[in-house]
């Protein structure tokens, strides 16, 4: 857990692969409680902290996670992350690179809560959640291409499943199609960049987060920012 950016009402952290962002059954202590520490140490607070939860990322996914430090600014966040009032990118390295350059990508997706996993449809299903994103590819390597995803709708797994449906699986997404786990036990998906207006001052929140720090990452990076 690395903090990007804190203010009053606000605190974005930089989170890894291990971490979660909410207590879940595997009993390991969430984002929400390590910072809650963290805050009660950093200002020397007696009593409780408040921490409160505004969106959720997958565990083996690493990036941006922002939380609240106060209840109003933790309702108005809830709000604009519903109303898609708030701007998200994805880098993700995929093995096989889609056939197109850029697209926006529309599917179906259908939650199965028993394996914890998504499908993609091409058409309407009974139960099923329209799912839109849009791609365009970064960067090439050798063996594996980066893509930038910007998340129009916020579904279980999505970016992970409408990119296996197009054939182009994230690396390390052993769930999703990936031939083999990454030594982290994470996948090549990373919440990059977000932005939108501070629920309380109004000011524009823009933050970046730096990439994981393996080779293949910091390569990617490297190139992106050459061009």
């Not at 199609?177 to 929140?205: Q, W, Y």
């Not at 933050?207 to 990617?220: I, R, Y």
């Amino acid at each position: 857990m690395e903090v990007l950016y804190e203010d009053n009402h606000l605190i974005i952290v930089n989170k890894n692969c291990s971490e979660i962002v909410q207590g879940d059954k595997t009993g390991d202590t969430p984002l929400s409680e390590m910072l809650k520490a963290w805050l009660k140490e950093k200002y020397n607070k007696p009593g409780n902290v408040f921490v409160g939860v505004t969106h959720r990322l997958d565990r083996p996914v690493s990036g941006l996670v922002v939380f609240a430090k106060t209840s109003k600014a933790l309702a108005r966040l809830n709000d604009m992350f519903r109303n898609g009032e708030v701007k998200k990118s994805y880098w993700a390295i995929v093995k096989r690179a889609p056939e197109k350059e850029s697209d926006e990508l529309v599917h179906y997706l259908v939650r199965n809560e028993k394996s914890n996993k998504s499908v993609a449809y091409d058409r309407e299903k009974p139960g099923a959640k329209r799912a839109v994103l849009d791609y365009k590819i970064l960067a090439r390597g050798d063996r594996y291409t980066l893509l930038e995803v910007d998340l129009k709708t916020g579904r279980h797994h999505q970016i992970r499943c409408q990119l296996a449906k197009i054939g182009s699986p994230i690396k390390g997404d052993l769930k999703y199609g990936a031939e083999r786990s990454n030594p982290d036990g994470g996948i090549s998906l990373h919440a990059r960049h977000i932005e939108f207006v501070h629920p309380v001052s109004k000011e524009l929140v823009s933050v970046t987060a730096p990439v994981p720090s393996d080779n293949l990452w910091q390569a990617f990076e490297k190139m992106v920012e050459g061009k």
